[in-house]
């Protein structure tokens, strides 16, 4: 077992550890508490890496100058987001701000007397406020492990094949959640578990790439952050959505995300080392 390997089951089993802990005492997402384990468990790969890093002598590049690509990470998943939507439409039935509102339930009747423009815009501020302040310092710990310490230890197989591997990992380590919690996928808890690996292995190629250009890991918390805040937005605009064909992180965002990655293909060669 080489040092990603066992970084990835380290990080693993301890997340997996606190899951258990969380799921026998609590097991709802729907607790009070669900929100601070969250985190916790975000946390956990972005702490292993660290003391990884610090004991093997890895840099993770955490801090760096604002550039555009940080500006590109804040951007692209309302982008990806919106394309979700357009190639879900055929996939269910769109109603668009209703759906909100009634997400929304009580706090929906303060906005009912703004035009759909305004109430649109005021829900994209919301998802770029949170993407680029708490979201991002959540996601971060997952940048550290994922796209910092697992790249480092994985460059070397080239940037498609690394992305490749990170992406699995990735989507295993949320497999508890989705299954036993029913998170993103709760009406289909088995393929959700399947639908994940897929959706965060179409995602990791533009995160690394975001991690290389920007020269930081903050770009790519950024855009990891931004998307978990616009990502149900995708979803709630659906009627009765079937997770598994509407929205950013089912179908039709795995075309999207495809669609996208046949972009990047264009500017990282099959054959490159890196996204440099």
Same mark, same amino acid.
């Given at each position: 077992?080489?040092?990603?390997?066992?970084?990835?089951?380290?990080?693993?089993?301890?997340?997996?550890?606190?899951?258990?802990?969380?799921?026998?005492?609590?097991?709802?997402?729907?607790?009070?508490?669900?929100?601070?384990?969250?985190?916790?468990?975000?946390?956990?790969?972005?702490?292993?890496?660290?003391?990884?890093?610090?004991?093997?002598?890895?840099?993770?590049?955490?801090?760096?100058?604002?550039?555009?690509?940080?500006?590109?990470?804040?951007?692209?998943?309302?982008?990806?987001?919106?394309?979700?939507?357009?190639?879900?439409?055929?996939?269910?039935?769109?109603?668009?701000?209703?759906?909100?509102?009634?997400?929304?339930?009580?706090?929906?009747?303060? +906005?009912? /007397? =703004?035009?759909?423009?305004?109430?649109?815009?005021? #829900? $994209? @501020?919301?998802? !770029?406020?949170?993407?680029?302040?708490?979201?991002?310092?959540?996601?971060?710990?997952?940048?550290?492990?994922?796209?910092?310490?697992?790249?480092?230890?994985t460059r070397e197989l080239g940037f498609w094949p690394a992305s490749l591997q990170i992406g699995v990992v990735w989507g295993v380590w949320h497999a508890p959640l989705v299954y036993f919690l029913g998170y993103n996928y709760p009406q289909h808890r088995f393929w959700g578990v399947i639908f994940m690996v897929i959706f965060t292995t179409l995602l990791t190629p533009w995160l690394l790439y975001l991690r290389?250009?920007?020269?930081?890991?903050?770009?790519?918390?950024?855009?990891?952050?931004?998307?978990?805040?616009?990502?149900?937005?995708?979803?709630?605009?659906?009627?009765?959505?079937?997770?598994? +064909?509407? /929205? =950013?992180?089912?179908?039709?965002?795995?075309?999207? #995300? $495809? @669609?996208?990655? !046949?972009?990047?293909?264009?500017?990282?060669?099959?054959?490159?080392?890196?996204?440099?």
């Open positions: 077992m080489n040092k990603a390997d066992r970084a990835a089951v380290t990080a693993i089993a301890l997340s997996w550890a606190l899951f258990a802990i969380y799921y026998l005492t609590v097991g709802t997402l729907e607790s009070p508490w669900f929100a601070a384990f969250g985190i916790a468990y975000m946390w956990i790969p972005g702490l292993t890496a660290l003391w990884l890093a610090r004991r093997e002598g890895v840099r993770l590049p955490v801090w760096g100058r604002p550039d555009r690509w940080w500006l590109a990470a804040w951007l692209l998943p309302l982008l990806l987001t919106a394309g979700a939507v357009v190639v879900s439409l055929p996939l269910g039935e769109y109603v668009g701000l209703s759906g909100i509102k009634q997400l929304m339930g009580g706090a929906a009747g303060e +906005l009912a /007397g =703004l035009p759909d423009w305004a109430l649109w815009l005021s #829900l $994209a @501020l919301q998802i !770029l406020f949170a993407g680029v302040t708490i979201n991002a310092l959540a996601a971060l710990g997952e940048e550290l492990m994922w796209r910092g310490y697992l790249w480092e230890r290389e250009r920007s020269g930081t890991l903050l770009a790519p918390a950024i855009f990891h952050g931004t998307l978990n805040a616009s990502a149900g937005l995708s979803i709630y605009v659906f009627a009765e959505p079937n997770r598994l +064909l509407v /929205g =950013l992180t089912g179908l039709g965002g795995f075309v999207t #995300l $495809a @669609l996208a990655n !046949l972009y990047l293909r264009r500017l990282v060669p099959p054959d490159a080392g890196g996204a440099g």
